[in-house]
């Protein structure tokens, strides 16, 4: 757990006081769905969320960090849209477990994930009465849900654009960061030009994060992992995608005339086109366009340890390799 | 739409405003989803949450009604249960309309009822900053979504008690009407007492209404109209059944053994046994006695208007006719 952190021993700690506040207030008195959250919950990935929230408050407080129970609310937001998000995708395994759905079925996870919802709308009204950020926070939800949807939306849409994609994953996945980046400048009493900055570094992490998730997509070191092209065979269709297609749409339309019946011969053509034409290394340079504006960024920060740590993390955390 | 309140056009122009709100607040970028929930919101029936907001409110505020927008946020925190648990139960109509989950699938469902919940979630920040009613607000979802799971867990158990019946029911109905009452109170300027005496008066309105819909389920007036004993055969064992079963378990449990599997006339029979051992009239007298209960705390509160048409509205909303 938190592997990711295993170099930086003040943030582990603090990452398991948020975990604990996590456990503490996922008590549900259906015993079935206590378990399946709970393994879900602590079976917890990097917890990047929390980690930003904590690094950015860190930067003002004399380096003290912000209330653990925000951390805790922002690492929530993100479980209960997961557990949401696996209904829709039929999925059955998350971070190589069962997800919810696959343990109890879709009408529990619908109310597992209802349930976070409503730990984590109690954690945010605890800790951010009076602030701009209880309203921050319903105007992050929406968004979002409206970049879920359009993602949803645009599914099986061959003509779908590169702008269309950038707005789903904006919604999807770079809200939330942004969201932490803010609030953790925001609590931790940093002026207002910092904290706009935090949102836009959050943002532009998110974003590349995004980015370096769906190349990863269509790296064929994993052929032998993990199904392969598993966002085409869904209809998700990806920057690396849009890109092979805007160069060669001749090409790259007889694969989506049928993405679900492609054969796995097929799908490694695909992948291996898509690197040969030149799409994955513009989608890699897109990712990392936006890393060095987030680094640069990051750079216009206090002069902190926390700034040093953001640095580090926002490398480690973006510069995969491929 | 508001047929219930027809003689009341000051409470039809007033729910008018709410519906409008209602509708106003949710906008959503996907269109298909946007008709689907307007629809479903739109087709509303007698919207009586933010209808016993408002005469709650009028008995203070000298008779001025409290924010209409609190109005939409209990209608609307009661939509988005309602979407959910429609997916959980596999429902095709609610209110004899499609659901959203028969019209737009499952997966568009639970993302239909999560952006209602945000909507509601604003609303209420919007309104009740600096109150306890937003904490309030988080322990009332609690309550309800463990109400639903009560009833999920206590599905097909024959051994289910009468008090696990009433502490479901008190989660997934009671406690809403009872926030509606009590933020109709807080927010109409009552004395502490009066706001205690509200939230009371709505949970035994809240278990009356369960009680006697449950009673309906049960009445074979309604055999042509639609499925006759649906709760049974989905392994729902409401009040009435419970009764009969503590009267005669050995008649009862043996249409229990597999309850799906029961024809038209096993479920006349065991309509009409419910009948004539007195259970239905058992079941109706405790929905009577919590109305009464109602019906004398309603008579303490300060005697205005307000309070002469609450005491019609529960009259008229839970002396139905069998």
């Known amino acids: 757990m938190f592997d990711f952190w295993m170099e930086n021993r003040d943030m582990m700690r603090q990452l398991e006081t948020v975990q604990n506040i996590m456990d503490t207030r996922l008590e549900i008195d259906d015993p079935e769905i206590r378990e399946a959250i709970k393994h879900f919950a602590e079976n917890g990935g990097k917890m990047v969320r929390p980690a930003l929230f904590l690094l950015f408050s860190q930067l003002g407080n004399a380096g003290q960090s912000g209330d653990p129970r925000i951390a805790a609310s922002l690492e929530l937001l993100h479980l209960a849209t997961l557990i949401h998000d696996d209904i829709i995708d039929d999925a059955d395994t998350r971070r190589k477990q069962p997800t919810v759905q696959a343990q109890l079925g879709k009408d529990t996870a619908v109310y597992a994930g209802d349930f976070i919802y409503t730990v984590y709308f109690e954690l945010l009204v605890e800790t951010m009465a009076g602030t701009p950020f209880l309203a921050r926070n319903a105007a992050s939800m929406k968004k979002i849900l409206n970049g879920e949807l359009t993602q949803k939306a645009l599914m099986y849409q061959t003509?779908?654009?590169?702008?269309?994609?950038?707005?789903?994953?904006?919604?999807?996945?770079?809200?939330?960061?942004?969201?932490?980046?803010?609030?953790?400048?925001?609590?931790?009493?940093?002026?207002?030009?910092?904290?706009?900055?935090?949102?836009?570094?959050?943002?532009?992490?998110?974003?590349?994060?995004?980015?370096?998730?769906?190349?990863?997509?269509?790296?064929l070191d994993f052929v032998n992992e993990k199904p392969i092209l598993t966002d085409v065979t869904q209809g998700i269709y990806t920057l690396p995608l849009l890109i092979a297609r805007d160069k060669e749409p001749a090409v790259i339309s007889k694969y989506l005339e049928s993405p679900q019946a492609l054969t796995k011969p097929?799908?490694?053509?695909?992948?291996?086109?898509?690197?040969?034409?030149?799409?994955?290394?513009?989608?890699?340079?897109?990712?990392?366009?936006?890393?060095n504006l987030a680094l640069s960024d990051i750079a216009h920060l206090p002069d902190t340890t926390s700034r040093k740590i953001l640095t580090e993390v926002t490398n480690k955390l973006l510069k995969r390799q491929f």
Chains 1, 2 share one sequence.
């Open 159 to 219: 003509d779908c654009t590169r702008e269309q994609y950038m707005q789903a994953i904006a919604g999807k996945t770079a809200e939330l960061l942004s969201l932490a980046c803010e609030e953790g400048a925001y609590f931790g009493g940093l002026d207002e030009e910092n904290v706009l900055r935090a949102r836009q570094i959050g943002e532009h992490i998110g974003l590349a994060f995004q980015i370096y998730d769906d190349v990863l997509n269509f790296s």
């Open 266 to 291: 097929e799908l490694i053509e695909l992948a291996e086109f898509v690197k040969s034409c030149g799409a994955l290394d513009e989608a890699i340079s897109e990712a990392t366009h936006l890393t």
